[in-house]
C-alpha cells in the first residue's frame, strides 16, 4: 500500500508560479512510475505530467508543455509539480498518482493509488 498526500496548492494570480509537492509512504517510492493529474470543476479529471522511476523521462500534456515540470527526490519520497505561467484554466483539484509498473502512461485508469488532491486556484 502507498499513501500520497499532495501540498502547495493556493490562490494565484495569471502569469505566477506554483510548486506542488506529493509525499510518498509506504512501499517503496522508487519502484513507481508517478503522474499528475487535475480535476477543473464541472470536468473530467485529465492527465497532466508523468515521471519514470529514476527521473529520466517524462510526459506532459500538450496544455502544460513548457510551462510545467515534473521531478522527483526518491530520497524524500517525493514527486513535484513546478507550474509556471499559470493561467485560470489551469485551476483545478490536482492529484498526485502513483503506478507500480515500469512504463509511462496517461491512463488514469493505470495508476494504483491516489492522494486526496489539492485546490489551485488562478486568478485572472
Known amino acids: 500500500q502507498v499513501q500520497l498526500v499532495e501540498s502547495g496548492g493556493g490562490l494565484v494570480q495569471a502569469g505566477g508560479s506554483l510548486r506542488l509537492s506529493c509525499a510518498a509512504s509506504?512501499?517503496?517510492?522508487?519502484?513507481?512510475?508517478m503522474g499528475w493529474f487535475r480535476q477543473a470543476p464541472g470536468k473530467e479529471r485529465e492527465f497532466v505530467a508523468c515521471i519514470t522511476w529514476g527521473g529520466a523521462r517524462t510526459i506532459y500534456a500538450d496544455s502544460v508543455k513548457g510551462r510545467f515540470t515534473i521531478s522527483r527526490d526518491n530520497a524524500k519520497n517525493t514527486v513535484y509539480l513546478q507550474m509556471n505561467s499559470l493561467l485560470p484554466e489551469d485551476t483545478a483539484v490536482y492529484y498526485c498518482?502513483?503506478?507500480?509498473?515500469?512504463?509511462?502512461?496517461?491512463?488514469?485508469?493505470?495508476?494504483?493509488?491516489w492522494g486526496q488532491g489539492t485546490q489551485v486556484t488562478v486568478s485572472s
Open positions: 509506504g512501499r517503496t517510492f522508487s519502484s513507481f512510475v
Open positions: 498518482a502513483a503506478r507500480s509498473g515500469p512504463y509511462l502512461t496517461k491512463g488514469e485508469s493505470e495508476y494504483d493509488y
